[in-house]
C-alpha cells in the first residue's frame, strides 16, 4: 500500500506544456519553502490578503506546513481548497489554489498563486492558471470562475484579462495594518474563457473526483 491508497486525491496530476500541477505532498513542502524564501513578490508591499511573507524564516516555514496540512484535512465533497504544488521539471516553484464553497449548487470556483520571482515574467502565471481552469470547467463542471487581485498588481490582473475574466467589482481590503489597498474582484463564465492552444493532460481525476465532488456534474 502506497500514500496515494490512503488519500487518493495525490494521484491527481494536471499537466501543461512547461508545468505538473500537483497535490501538495510533504514531500513538496521543502522546494516551496525555499521558493518562497527566495522571494515572491516586491518587498513594502504584499499580493496577499493575510501577508504571510512577512514572517521570519523561523515562523514562515512551520505556518507553510500547518497551512497545507489545515487546508488538505478540510477536502471534503463540494466543500474545499484544493492546494496545487506548480512544479517545473521536477522542481515546485509555486502554488496554484482551486477553491470551492456549496460546489454541488453553486458550480463556482475561485483561485489564488503565487509564484517564486526567479520564474516571474516567463508566462508562467497565465500557464498554470490556464491549466486550473481547464481542469475546473472540463472535468469537474464549473461553470464561473472567480479571482481577485490588488489594483496595483498589473501582473496579476494582466492574467485574468489574458485568459477572458470580466472585471467584477472593487472591494477595499487591509492586507496589513494601516495600509488600505483597493481589490479589484474578477469573474469568468465557462462559454467566454480564452483557452490556450495546447492541450491539458491529467490524470487521477477519477480517483481525486469522489472526495471533490458529492455526485458526477451534469
Do not use: C
Not at 75 to 81: D, G, K, L, Q, S
Not at 84 to 108: C, H, M, S, Y
Not at 144 to 160: K, T
Amino acid at each position: 500500500m502506497d500514500l496515494v491508497d490512503v488519500w487518493p486525491v495525490f494521484r491527481l496530476r494536471l499537466r501543461s506544456p512547461r508545468l505538473e500541477l500537483r497535490p501538495v505532498r510533504d514531500d513538496d513542502l521543502p522546494g516551496l519553502a525555499e521558493a518562497a524564501l527566495d522571494g515572491v513578490h516586491p518587498p513594502g508591499r504584499t499580493p496577499f490578503g493575510v501577508p504571510w511573507t512577512d514572517a521570519p524564516r523561523e515562523e514562515l516555514l512551520p505556518n507553510l506546513a500547518r497551512f497545507v496540512w489545515r487546508e488538505r484535512a478540510a477536502v471534503a465533497p463540494n466543500e474545499w481548497n484544493l492546494l496545487l504544488a506548480v512544479v517545473e521539471d521536477g522542481r515546485p516553484i509555486g502554488v496554484q489554489d482551486l477553491r470551492a464553497t456549496n460546489f454541488a449548487e453553486l458550480r463556482t470556483v475561485s483561485s489564488g498563486s503565487w509564484l517564486t520571482r526567479a520564474r516571474q515574467g516567463l508566462g508562467f502565471g497565465a500557464e498554470m492558471r490556464a491549466a486550473l481552469l481547464l481542469f475546473a470547467f472540463d472535468h469537474l463542471g464549473a461553470t464561473v470562475a472567480e479571482s481577485e487581485a490588488y489594483d496595483w498588481n498589473a501582473a496579476s490582473r494582466a492574467v485574468s484579462t489574458k485568459l477572458g475574466y470580466r472585471e467584477n467589482g472593487v472591494a477595499r481590503r487591509s492586507p496589513r495594518p494601516g495600509v488600505v489597498e483597493d481589490e479589484v474582484r474578477f469573474r469568468l463564465e465557462a462559454a467566454e474563457f480564452r483557452r490556450p492552444e495546447w492541450a491539458l493532460e491529467v490524470s487521477g481525476i477519477d480517483e481525486a473526483r469522489p472526495f471533490l465532488l458529492s455526485s458526477v456534474p451534469a
